[in-house]
């Protein structure tokens, strides 16, 4: 048995050094963030990014893709600041979160990405906050020409054919098919609807689906002007 000792011993101390070489070149450093999230061929899936558009003023507007350094999200009902950036930090993919800021019906915080993802990835991350029973709401920023950042809140506006009867009964329908639900009045046929993550989609998607029914006159999305963070 003594014979096989020094070849034990040389084996062990060849694994033992390549393994600290592995570590001291890898250029993963404190990764807390989901690496199948990150990995572009994963996110991506081979699907290019969307590009978003919606109505204003009988006009098409673009958007173009999902900003990248970006979310806005909001929190359930009763979570304050403390309990909001708890539940952010979970999501490692998540590196911070700004001053909330208050619609409405919700307070959303402006959320700082970790660098380098793409809109895909961007897509990705909201789908798995949206999972989080401690958030009700998650929807992306957009970097426009002039360099502002428009963040898709939660809100959105419907103006309704006015002086038709039927226009208040297919408002609560289409609210009611899409899981999304009626905030205020700002007018004679003006209504402000809100969203959350159990709708069919975002403020921005919701308002460009209401727009598409002949009895709506227009309908578009609320946004939140912010600073890049």
């Not at 204003?56 to 009763?78: C, H, I, P, Q, W």
Request: hydrophobic letters at 40%.
């Amino acid at each position: 048995m003594k014979i096989y000792i020094p070849w034990l011993s040389s084996l062990l101390l060849i694994i033992i050094f390549s393994s600290c070489r592995n570590d001291n070149v890898s250029p993963i450093r404190n990764v807390r963030f989901d690496p199948g999230l990150l990995n572009p061929m994963q996110a991506a899936g081979g699907v290019p990014c969307a590009s978003h558009t919606y109505s204003y003023n009988g006009a098409e507007k673009s958007l173009g893709t999902v900003y990248g350094g970006m979310v806005l999200v909001s929190f359930r009902d009763g979570l304050g600041n403390e309990q909001a950036t708890a539940a952010a930090e979970r999501h490692g993919f998540v590196e911070a979160l700004g001053q909330p800021v208050q619609t409405n019906s919700a307070r959303l915080y402006p959320a700082k990405l970790a660098p380098g993802l793409s809109c895909q990835q961007v897509e990705a991350a909201l789908a798995e906050l949206s999972k989080d029973p401690a958030v009700d709401y998650a929807a992306p920023y957009f970097e426009l020409a002039d360099g502002q950042m428009l963040g898709v809140s939660n809100e959105f506006i419907v103006v309704v054919e006015e002086g038709r009867q039927e226009t208040a009964k297919v408002l609560m329908r289409l609210a009611e098919a899409t899981g999304t639900e009626l905030v205020s009045t700002l007018g004679e046929g003006t209504y402000v609807l809100r969203a959350n993550k159990e709708s069919k989609g975002n403020a921005l998607e919701m308002a460009n689906f209401f727009n598409k029914h002949p009895l709506i006159k227009h309908a578009e999305p609320d946004f939140i002007v912010s600073l890049a963070m």
